[in-house]
Structure formats: structure tokens, C-alpha cells
């Protein structure tokens, strides 16, 4: 969808944005692909710079016929110049060299490319292996491979008590897609305020490239055949500009100040190298920025381009706000939302109108006539503790035949959301709540997050139930689904849940607890909890058994100041048995919903499918492995689940190894899907690869998933308690699109929101006092003049530049297949020997965290060679498990 509005808080029309924010030339006048042109553009009498787009007619024509390939487009954030879509074969990505061949497309545009004449393929030679062949992927892993430990909510008001964990950032309630809600936090060096916030203020165009250090995750020495071709092509169409057209950075004069154009317009500099340079009108511009532009050096801005002519190298846009100071978490929280075309503005008059308006709101009597009422049994939730938006309950009933009846209650949100009304409308275009270190922003107004459809404890609410009579181990003897209204009697975090699980022959002090309702005991809750834990741990066993996939990858936790909200601290967040608990029966929920609305609506359940790992990149990795003598097995989800469990030993330095392995094979791994079952014919296609099962959809978060309020209706229809939705299944299908971007959208913004709080934390003046922040790291990629590191206390990975460190030399080889940089440091003292170093996929190093000049940037070093500790070790040998030392991770 393309934007015809430019104003600001509009509402984001169409999608998102999903891959990352924007694109385009990098160099003042020109980028690598044009020639250097010197305010070239704006004049119409020269030659164009780009290609004019085919026409509708001959694009759907080529595509038909096979002459175009249609594909999202993916910009190397390390290199700008060069961009990716993905091959339909699954093969090697084809490649778009340059701005002029990538004409005026944004990252995560929808484009059209024809491919060029094969002398002009990309060749790539074995021996490089600084090039990233396979272009930047941003690690898309579908939280359902990881697991939701940080299960639903963020913290909502760190203002509760003075240094807030803010533990439950991160949206997403399964592992559906086998990694964990927040899988890759923070790329190398924060995603985000690498990219967006990176070389604030700094001629971009002077920077070089290899110090660029924004994400790519292709960094993996791979060795390549003697020399082998890329397929390259260029746009010839954009489909659908997904890319918000949106972009932050900075207000700079025009260098020539004798052209015409410097009396029009300022240039606007995107903080993303992706996005092409802007011309912007002075009339825009504060009014003192020609007199005084110094004084909006360190100024963020808010540009959105709306016109970028064949004949000009630069965009042309509208300045839409001042932000304020780059660096500032606001600010800079302000320009991640609106560059992902996140809507954050208040809910209109209109759509708050459709909410109940006599407070405090009672269920209707006639509601109890139509739904189970459940109110006397003992359901509780079990949240973060900071949670507010509590979407889900438990229960656990004993049989008298030793079984148990087992019951997921989800918010009935549906109920207050008519379909087409207003509330309807914005919820469908948001899609999803947008989890940030310090804030929501919900989907659907706060009076029905946290109020009338929140199951707070001791309060009527109503719920959609899936109940199941289960054995021990979790065998399914029965099923029910209906609408229900319960009365939770306790909120347990899962601290509160997992104290119980680890004293299940104490009982646990009333005042370590919360408040519980008087018609049931700490006793009774703390039998339900055990029992409910005990069938958990048969489910996931047999998950496992049957073939289930999960990459668990460190993810970052803050605390918060509780007066100025600024990061004090931050610890890798613990996934432990109580979010496993509530995971499980999520799942079962979720996978129950999916087979029922399948079976009554064949043609249009909404579900979600995860599709196989891409199958170049694989076998890249697979080729990886062999070289490096492990024995992993990539043949199925399950096969890799087990490798990874069984490859390792428990000890820290494999534990490390593992933690680098497991982000290796989350590169492969795709984005898992809503679609609408009618507009896939393939039901082999319908498979959910980490998870291993058939059908799989989301029922049990609709508080802040649309998806799940229209699985909701569905579920309703399908048992006779509500209408069909009145959606066709292209209309859903389009609706199920939108939820993926918006999805795809809000993860992005959600992982650089953490990557801001990080560099926020690296740079605070509390923590440059009391030294750097130091860790081990490991090495997870090795170029010819830098290397990759996993940094294992904080699970952020940096690119480590042979030219910032204090060396003598560097040599790059290759031994057999597998490449290592041999450093040659500089003695301290010039008595001594210089001490050798060898950095090989794998090695134990050491590095510090340093704050840099610039807002928001900051790099990691090699901390020298000692000799004591794990770097004490000459030539790369590692220890052995009883050498392996402390590894903090």
C-alpha cells in the first residue's frame, strides 16, 4: 500500500515495514551504482538516474509468463549498495547491485525484478570472505521457535516501585516458531541504534563501509565452490510500498551554496543508510536553521519522503516534526515507531464511543443463560509480575479416576469489539499491541486491556474456554470448547508459580503470595500449580519426542530507574518451568482451535504456518558444520532439536558453543505465517516445521493480537454462538497478510527499543564511572579483517575490527576449510615479545563495551592477552571443560 497522506500520526496505511527501515544511497550526491553527480537532480533537462517503472499490463504479463520474479526486497544494512530478494526456488538469493538498480525500491517493498544477462551475474570468488553473500538477513525467527517465556506483558508503568525488572517485554505468548519471543534482541551492536541511530550527525558518505556496523547475519565463513555466479537483476516495479516511507536523522545545509537549490531546500540525512538522502524544503525547517544550523546539529528529525523523480539521486520529502535530542530515549522511541509506521496515537472519540459507557461495567444477565459458569472453580493466571493485560487463566481439577480436567480460559474480547465497527476498524489496522522496554502500545484502547477484559482476580469476566480431560502424562481423553465466565482467585507471577513448582512439599508463606479469593487456599492453588506442572512436562516431552524444534537465544531483561526511567541495570532474562508451564497449555490451546475451526470452516480458518528453512541457506550451514567436524543433523526440525540437545555437554565453554550454534541455525529458519486455509491449496503447506504438527493457529492472546479476535469468531461460529465472520477468504487472507506485517513490524521495533535501552545503558555515566562493561565472548564468524562475537553476558553480537586494535599485524587464512585471523599484538613494554593470538569460530575472548563519542553508538574491543584466566591460552587453543573458567552468561 502506498502512502498518498504525509502528515504526521497518520494512521499507517497499509503494512509495515517490516524488514527494517529504509533505503537508499548513502553518499552526499550521488551512491555507489550512480556516478558522483553534483546536484544533478531537480532540473529536468538531464538524463534520468533511474529507469521508468514498467507498466502494470507487461509486469503482470512477465510474472505470469515467468520473464519477472516478484519478491521483498532486503537491503544490506552493512552495505547499503547491495540488496537481496529471495529466490522462489529457495535457492541463492538474487542479488540487486546498487541504488540505480534497486530504483527508488524501499527495505521491504514488495518489487518486481527482472534478472540481467548472465555475464552480468555477481561472481563470487571463494577467498572473500569479508563479502556477505547472502544479503543481511535480520533474523526473522518466528517467536514460536523460542519460546514465550517473557509471555505476554511489559511493564506497563515502571512507576510501581523504584527499580522495576522489566521482564516481559516481548509479545509473544508460544514458541510456536521455536525461538523465543525476543530471539535475537540485539544484533550486532543493537540492531537498531546501529542502524537507525548509528554515525548520528556524521557525513555518512565519508564512512567506510568495513567499519559500518549495523546487522548482517551472513557473516559465516562459508567456503564456496572455486567460483560460483549470484543471479543479479534489477526492480522494475514496486508492487507494494510496504516501507512506511518514514525515516529519522538529521537537517544538514546544502554544500553548494551558490546552486538555486541551496535557497529551497535543506538536506535531510536519514539516520539509516538505507534511505536515500532528502531534499526538504527551508519552509519546512525551523526558521533560524539557515542562520543557525550548528544549533540543530544533534536534533532529531522526522522526514517522510513523498516524491523520488527518475531524474534525482535524492528523495524529495516533508519534514514532519522535530523529535528532540538524539540519544534520548523518547526521541529516539518516537522515530522507531513512526519509520515502522507503528500508530501510537490516542483512540479517537469514535472509537472509544463503542465501548461500554456506564462504569463500572457488569456482565448483562443475560450472558450467564448462554455461557458455563465457572465461577466457583479455582482458576488463577499466571503472569510477569509487571503484567497488566492479563489475557489468559489456568485450571486444574482432580478426577476421582486419577485424571484431571484441564482448562484454558481466554479473554473473550471479542465480545466488545463488534466486527465492523470503528473499535473493529483500528484494531484490524494496528493489528498488534507494540511491546517496548517501557511502554505499550496497545491495540485496543486501555479500558478494555487492562480493565473489562483483563481477568483480574476476584471479578467476573468473560472468557472463551477450551476444558480437557487429560491423563498424567498428558494423553487427551475429552474436549470441550465454549464461552464461559470465570472469577479468577489469585494473580501468581511466575516467580509466585515457580517457588511452588520448586517446594512442592512446602507451603509457601501466605505473605510471599498474593491475595488469594476465601473461597479457595494457597493449598488448593499450589496443588494446581504441581499438577498442572507435572502434565506440562509429559506435553513437552512428547512435543519433543514427536519433533518438535526450539533455538533458545539470550535475551535481555532491564531495570529501570524508577525517577527518570533510564536503564540502571540489565541480566539475561531466565526462562524457567513456570513459563514452560503456561506455555504448554498455550500451545495444546492454540493447536485444539486450529483442528476445530479447520474441520468446520475448511475453507476459511485462519491459520498459522511456519514454513521450512531456506534451503541455501542450510546447506550452507550444514557444509559449516561438517567442516568444523559437528555432528548436527539438519534432515528434520526434530533431527536439529536433537543435536543441538545432544551435541553439547553442560559444562560453560560447550554451553557457550552451543548458545553460537543455535544462533547459527536460526539464520535459515523463515517467518511463521497467518493465512486463511481457502488460499492455499497445498495442505502439506500448512505444516508448522519448528512445532511439527499440521494445523497451528493463535486463539490465546486476543487482547493484543487481532488475529486471535478473528479466531475468536470463528471459534463462535464453528460451535453455533456467533456469526461466520463476513469475511471472504481473499478478505482474510489480505487481513492475515496485514497481521504478518504488522507482526513483523512490531518486532523490529520491539528488538531496537532494547537495543536503544542497551546503548543507552553502555553510555550512562553511572556505568562509564565503574569501568567498561567487560564479558566473554565468542567468536561466531571470521572475516578477513574483523570477526563476529556472540557476547555472552549480555547476548548481543559486535563486529570486532582488526584496525581498532593495538596490533603489530594481522594475517587472515585458511586452514583446510575453516578461516582464522592470526593477530600479532604490540607489546606493552618493548622488552617483550609480541604475544600471538589466533581468532578462530569458537574461540574465548574477552571484550569490552565501550561508549562512543557518537549518541547511541558504542563498539566492542579485544581486551590483550593476559596471562592468567581463559586469555592466558596462546594460539586459539581452548580450555578443556575443567579450565572452561566462569562464563558469565
Not at 258 to 268: G, Q
Not at 612 to 639: H, I, R, W, Y
Request: aromatic fraction near 8%.
Amino acid at each position: 500500500m502506498s502512502h498518498p497522506d504525509f502528515r504526521l500520526n497518520l494512521r499507517p496505511l497499509g503494512t509495515p515495514r517490516g524488514v527494517s527501515s529504509v533505503v537508499g544511497p548513502h553518499g552526499v550526491g550521488a551512491s555507489p551504482g550512480d556516478k558522483k553527480s553534483k546536484n544533478k537532480s531537480i532540473r529536468g533537462k538531464k538524463k534520468s538516474v533511474f529507469e521508468t517503472y514498467m507498466s502494470k499490463e507487461d509486469v503482470s504479463e512477465g510474472l505470469k509468463r515467468g520473464t519477472l520474479i516478484q519478491g521483498v526486497l532486503r537491503i544490506n544494512p552493512k552495505k547499503f549498495h547491495e540488496a537481496f530478494i529471495p529466490s522462489p526456488d529457495g535457492d541463492r538469493d538474487i542479488f540487486i547491485d546498487g541504488v540505480v538498480a534497486r530504483n527508488r525500491a524501499l527495505n521491504g517493498d514488495l518489487v518486481v525484478v527482472k534478472l540481467l544477462p548472465e555475464e552480468q551475474w555477481k561472481v563470487i570468488k571463494p577467498e572473500s570472505n569479508d563479502k556477505e553473500t547472502e544479503g543481511a538477513y535480520e533474523l526473522d525467527l518466528p517467536e514460536e521457535l523460542c519460546g514465550s517465556h517473557l509471555l505476554q506483558q511489559p511493564v506497563k508503568g515502571y512507576n510501581d516501585s523504584p527499580d522495576v525488572i522489566i521482564e516481559a517485554q516481548f509479545e509473544d505468548s508460544d514458541p510456536e516458531d521455536g525461538h523465543g519471543s525476543t530471539q535475537n534482541v540485539l544484533v550486532d551492536g543493537v540492531k537498531k541504534p546501529s542502524v537507525c541511530v548509528h554515525d548520528k550527525g556524521k557525513e555518512d558518505a565519508d564512512a567506510p563501509v568495513t567499519k559500518d556496523e549495523s546487522t548482517s547475519t551472513s557473516q559465516d565463513p562459508r567456503a564456496l565452490p572455486e567460483k560460483s555466479l549470484q543471479r543479479s537483476a534489477k526492480v522494475v516495479y514496486i508492487l507494494e510500498k510496504k516501507h512506511s516511507r518514514a525515516a529519522t536523522g538529521f537537517l544538514k545545509l546544502l554544500a553548494d551554496k551558490n546552486s538555486e537549490l541551496f535557497r529551497k531546500y535543506a538536506l535531510f540525512s536519514p539516520s539509516d543508510h538505507r534511505v536515500p538522502r532528502i531534499y526538504v524544503p527551508l519552509k519546512d525547517c525551523p526558521q533560524d536553521f539557515v542562520t543557525r544550523p550548528q544549533d540543530y546539529a544533534n536534533t532529531l528529525f522526522i522526514c517522510r519522503i513523498v516524491d523520488w523523480k527518475e531524474d534525482s539521486n535524492f528523495a524529495l520529502g516533508q519534514l514532519a516534526k522535530s523529535l528532540g535530542q538524539a540519544g534520548e530515549i523518547e526521541p529516539e522511541t518516537e522515530g522507531i515507531l513512526t519509520e515502522y509506521g507503528v500508530d501510537f496515537s490516542d483512540f479517537s472519540s469514535e472509537v472509544l464511543e463503542c465501548l461500554p459507557q456506564g462504569l463500572p461495567w457488569t456482565i448483562p444477565p443475560e450472558e450467564f443463560s448462554k455461557r458455563r459458569d465457572l465461577r466457583k472453580d479455582c482458576i488463577f493466571t499466571i503472569d510477569p509480575s509487571t503484567a497488566r493485560d492479563l489475557d489468559d487463566a489456568l485450571s486444574c481439577k482432580p478426577l476421582a479416576d486419577g485424571n484431571f480436567e484441564v482448562g484454558v480460559h481466554i479473554a473473550d474480547v471479542s465480545y466488545f469489539v463488534p466486527e465492523g465497527s470503528p473499535l473493529d476498524k483500528v484494531a484490524a489496522e494496528r493489528a498488534t499491541s507494540v511491546y517496548l522496554v517501557q511502554k505499550v502500545i496497545p491495540m485496543l484502547p486501555r479500558l478494555l486491556c487492562e480493565e473489562l477484559c483483563s481477568l483480574h482476580p476476584m471479578t467476573d469476566k468473560l472468557t472463551f474456554s477450551v476444558i480437557w480431560t487429560l491423563t498424567p502424562e498428558g494423553k487427551i481423553l475429552g474436549e470441550w470448547f465454549g464461552r464461559t465466565i470465570i472469577r479468577s482467585c489469585t494473580k501468581l507471577s511466575y516467580e509466585h508459580a515457580q517457588s511452588m513448582i520448586e517446594s512442592p512439599n512446602e507451603k509457601i508463606p501466605e505473605k510471599e503470595l498474593p491475595p488469594i479469593s476465601p473461597e479457595h487456599t494457597s493449598e488448593e492453588v499450589h496443588r494446581a500449580v504441581l499438577n498442572l506442572h507435572g502434565i506440562a512436562k509429559e506435553l513437552r516431552k512428547q512435543r519433543f519426542v514427536d519433533g518438535a524444534l526450539r533455538l533458545d537465544q539470550l535475551k535481555l531483561a532491564f531495570t529501570l530507574d524508577h525517577e527518570t526511567g533510564l536503564p540502571q541495570g540489565c541480566h539475561i532474562y531466565e526462562y524457567r518451568d513456570s513459563n514452560k508451564l503456561v506455555e504448554e497449555f498455550m500451545l495444546l490451546a492454540n493447536m485444539a482451535v486450529a483442528h476445530k475451526t479447520h474441520r468446520t470452516f475448511p475453507e476459511r480458518a485462519l491459520l498459522r504456518r511456519h514454513p521450512p528453512p531456506q534451503t541455501k541457506m542450510l546447506n550452507d550451514l550444514v557444509e559449516f558444520c561438517e567442516q568444523l567436524g559437528l555432528p548436527m543433523d539438519f534432515s528434520s526440525a526434530g533431527a536439529l532439536n536433537k543435536s543441538l540437545t545432544t551435541t553439547f555437554g553442560d559444562d560453560k565453554y560447550s554451553l557457550a558453543r552451543k548458545e553460537v550454534l543455535t544462533n547459527m541455525c536460526s539464520r535459515p529458519m523463515q517467518m511463521a505465517l497467518y493465512f486463511c486455509s481457502g488460499m492455499l491449496r497445498d495442505q502439506t503447506q500448512f505444516r508448522h516445521y519448528a512445532l511439527n504438527v499440521p494445523l497451528y493457529t493463535h486463539f490465546t492472546s486476543p487482547i493484543r493480537r487481532f488475529a486471535d479476535v478473528l479466531v475468536h469468531r470463528l471459534l463462535a461460529a464453528a460451535l453455533g454462538c456467533g456469526e461466520l465472520p463476513d469475511l471472504e477468504p481473499e478478505a482474510l487472507q489480505k487481513q492475515a497478510d496485514h497481521c504478518n506485517d504488522r507482526r513483523m513490524a512490531s518486532k523490529r521495533v520491539q528488538e531496537l527499543s532494547t537495543g536503544l535501552f542497551f546503548a543507552v545503558l553502555v553510555k550512562s555515566p553511572a556505568l562509564q564511572e565503574s569501568g567498561p562493561l567487560e564479558s566473554e565472548a565468542m567468536v561466531l564468524g571470521v572475516l578477513n579483517q574483523a570477526f563476529d562475537v556472540l557476547v555472552l553476558r549480555y547476548g548481543v553480537q559486535k563486529r570486532i575490527y582488526c584496525n581498532a586494535l593495538p596490533l603489530r599485524s594481522y594475517h587472515f587464512q585458511k586452514v583446510g576449510k575453516k578461516p582464522e585471523l592470526k593477530l600479532v599484538w604490540e607489546p606493552e613494554d618493548t622488552d617483550l615479545e609480541p604475544v600471538q593470538q589466533v581468532v578462530t569460530i569458537f574461540s574465548l575472548v574477552e571484550v569490552v563495551l565501550q561508549a562512543e563519542t557518537t549518541a547511541l553508538k558504542y563498539s566492542a574491543v579485544l581486551k590483550r592477552p593476559g596471562t592468567e584466566g581463559l586469555l592466558g591460552r596462546q594460539e586459539g587453543e581452548q580450555p578443556d571443560a575443567s579450565v572452561a573458567g566462569d562464563l558469565q552468561a
